[in-house]
C-alpha cells in the first residue's frame, strides 16, 4: 500500500492472475484459488453449452427426418459442415460429463476446444481423458 500525501491518494495493489475460461477473462486469487467457485454462474463455459445445445438440436433434426446429413444441417445452419461434424460429436460424451458441463462443474482447463479434438468413444476412458475422474 502507497499513501501519497501530496494528492491525498492511497494506492493499493492486489495480485491476481487473470486466465480465460469460456471465452471470458475470469481472476485467480493469488495462491491459485479458483475464485470461480465462489459463483457457479460464472463458471458457466457459455461456449461449450451453446455447441451442446446445437449438437443435442441437430441429433435431433437427423431423427426426426429434419435432415439427412450434416450437409443439410450446415445448408440450414449456414455453417462449415467440418464444424457441423465436431459439434455432433458431442452427443457421444458421457452422461456424468454432460452433466459436469451443465452444472458448470467441469474441471479447470476443460472446454470446447478439447471435446471438438477426437475423444474415447468408452466413458470411462473420455472421464479419464478429460479429467473428470481422477
Not at 435431433?60 to 455453417?79: F, H, R, T, Y
Not at 456424468?96 to 476443460?110: E, R, S, T, V
Request: positive net charge; glycine residues 8%; charged residues 30%.
Amino acid at each position: 500500500m502507497q499513501l501519497d500525501t501530496d494528492n491525498q491518494k492511497i494506492v493499493i495493489h492486489v495480485p491476481v492472475n487473470m486466465k480465460k475460461w469460456g471465452g471470458k477473462k475470469v481472476i485467480v486469487g493469488p495462491q491459485g484459488q479458483d475464485l470461480r467457485r465462489l459463483d457457479r454462474e460464472n463458471r458457466r463455459d457459455e461456449k461449450l453449452l451453446k455447441a451442446l445445445g446445437r449438437a443435442y438440436k441437430w441429433q435431433k433434426w437427423i431423427k426426426i427426418g429434419k435432415c439427412n446429413s450434416a450437409e443439410d444441417i450446415s445448408d440450414i445452419e449456414n455453417i462449415n459442415r467440418s464444424y457441423v461434424l465436431r459439434i455432433l460429436r458431442l452427443n457421444r460424451l458421457s452422461p456424468n460429463i454432460i452433466k459436469a458441463i451443465l452444472d458448470g462443474n467441469q474441471p479447470d482447463g476443460f472446454g470446447l476446444c478439447d471435446v471438438e479434438k477426437p475423444f474415447p468413444l468408452l466413458w470411462d476412458d473420455q472421464e479419464k481423458q478429460f479429467g473428470f475422474r481422477i
